[in-house]
């Protein structure tokens, strides 16, 4: 008698851990649904982030519909993910997702068919508000397939991150919309349904306390794929009214887009997202922000060997400018500034430095930011030393003689003149090379007293960039 209640008892285990007779078990986040669990009322409570495993069985006179029901505590990303093994059979669940209005009413928020041939699924993410929720499973006869869903187990996992930045169903009307904060980056996706009565469009609401430049950006991830969102910005009139500012369709295959710069008055405004074909479903940002032209002119108004001054033109709007300095392969903060101008000393001598600017404008405390504008500027090569000046009788030569410079430089340029302050030069050399360290020249008049000065100079893209004058030096030629 007690081998037999031992292998009564056994087998009543395995078949609660199978799922099999629908009783509970638990294995850290891991639950199994309890029969009945057949309506909103008795539905399974799953902890968000757990699993909970079921099984729809057929009888002879009824169905079996399996309710779960998860709660969250404030907003959050919300993915209910879906799962078995798949089999190569006919057969699908009908997945639907509630949520609880309160008063025994519930509200379709996203419904699926998953076929037991097509293996797990993950619903479209959803910001979600605090509340509660429901999911229930069906496998109904009266699709023709269902048969193979019926007493094969699956398992529901309500994934949540409480986040701030997502949108919450239901913002599918401007009374209802979502706000954004300048600067802010919200995140939603527009849902595609397996019902045709059901469709989803998001709104977005933001306000000016007076009259500004605004830049509305949406962003996604670019695919090769149809589908496109059709993306409106209105102003509201007041009276439940509102009228088109503007709109745009981004598609999926383009990759993300910002609206040209909008002149708004102050008042209530409206960002709407409507997605159609393989947009829906996928996930979308829209930041609205204070629009800042980018700074012009980015240009070295001068250099020296040990420091370069940089420039930029003032855009509209602009309270002050950003600047940093490529290190490696990442830009570093360099300074903050006010004016349009900033001078970057204790630098190498003929080295090249890569630079990024972008202005910003401060709102309410806030600073909102233009786009980055890049320059790559060189330093003059260093001074050289002028060491010796020679006249060598034969063939009337002169040989000057220097210092290599340090840090870096491609050559050397030099000059001979007649007088000191060089208004009548009569000849001029360049020659490469940093290494190279003296010069000689010919053909110059017997008795007559030359001057002779030297230069380094940096070539970059074509161009030369000359260092500064070494000290001068004079011999009579013989």
């Not at 009276?239 to 993300?256: A, F, H, K, L, M």
């Not at 709007?317 to 300074?335: E, H, I, M, V």
């Not at 630098?347 to 890049?374: C, E, M, P």
């Not at 030569?397 to 410079?405: E, H, P, Q």
Request: glycine share 10%; hydrophobic share 30%.
């Amino acid at each position: 008698m007690k081998r037999v209640l031992s292998l009564a008892l056994s087998l009543v285990m395995l078949l609660s851990v199978t799922g099999g007779l629908g009783l509970t078990a638990y294995a850290g986040d891991t639950y199994y649904e309890t029969e009945d669990n057949d309506d909103y009322s008795s539905a399974d409570y799953v902890p968000v982030n757990s699993t909970i495993y079921g099984v729809c069985r057929k009888y002879d006179r009824k169905y079996d519909y399996d309710w779960y029901k998860f709660t969250l505590s404030s907003p959050a990303k919300v993915n209910v993910q879906f799962s078995f093994n798949r089999a190569d059979a006919d057969g699908d669940w009908s997945v639907y997702l509630y949520k609880y209005d309160g008063n025994g009413d519930c509200t379709k928020l996203d419904h699926k068919y998953v076929y037991v041939y097509d293996g797990s699924y993950t619903f479209s993410s959803l910001g979600l508000p605090a509340g509660t929720y429901f999911v229930e499973v069906r496998a109904l006869e009266g699709r023709g397939y269902s048969a193979s869903a019926w007493g094969r187990q699956y398992s529901i996992t309500p994934k949540c991150s409480y986040v701030s930045n997502w949108e919450t169903e239901f913002n599918d009307e401007y009374t209802s919309a979502d706000p954004l904060s300048m600067g802010e980056t919200r995140y939603g996706v527009c849902l595609s349904y397996d019902d045709s009565d059901l469709y989803d469009c998001d709104w977005y609401k933001f306000t000016l306390n007076s009259p500004a430049s605004v830049s509305v950006t949406f962003t996604h991830t670019k695919a090769s794929a149809n589908g496109d969102w059709v993306v409106y910005l209105y102003k509201y009139t007041g009276n439940g009214g509102y009228s088109r500012v503007t709109d745009e369709d981004v598609y999926v295959s383009d990759g993300n887009y910002t609206f040209p710069t909008q002149g708004l008055s102050a008042g209530t405004y409206f960002v709407k997202v409507y997605g159609y074909s393989s947009a829906c479903g996928r996930q979308y940002g829209v930041t609205v922000n204070y629009a800042v032209g980018r700074p012009g002119k980015f240009r070295v108004s001068s250099r020296g060997s040990n420091s370069l001054k940089l420039a930029w033109n003032k855009p509209a709007g602009a309270t002050g400018y950003q600047l940093q300095r490529k290190s490696g392969n990442s830009y570093k903060a360099l300074a903050t500034v006010k004016g349009t101008s900033y001078t970057h000393k204790s630098l190498r001598a003929g080295a090249g430095y890569s630079y990024r600017v972008r202005a910003y404008r401060t709102v309410g405390g806030k600073n909102y930011y233009s786009g980055w504008v890049y320059m790559t500027a060189y330093t003059k090569p260093a001074t050289p030393n002028l060491t010796g000046l020679s006249a060598i009788k034969s063939g009337h030569k002169i040989k000057a003689t220097w210092k290599k410079v340090g840090g870096s430089a491609s050559g050397y340029q030099i000059y001979w003149a007649k007088d000191k302050n060089f208004k009548k030069v009569v000849s001029k050399t360049t020659v490469s090379g940093q290494k190279k360290t003296s010069y000689t020249g010919k053909n110059f008049t017997k008795g007559k007293r030359y001057y002779v000065k030297v230069r380094a100079y940096k070539t970059v893209n074509g161009n030369k960039i000359y260092g500064a004058w070494s000290n001068v030096r004079h011999v009579k030629a013989k």
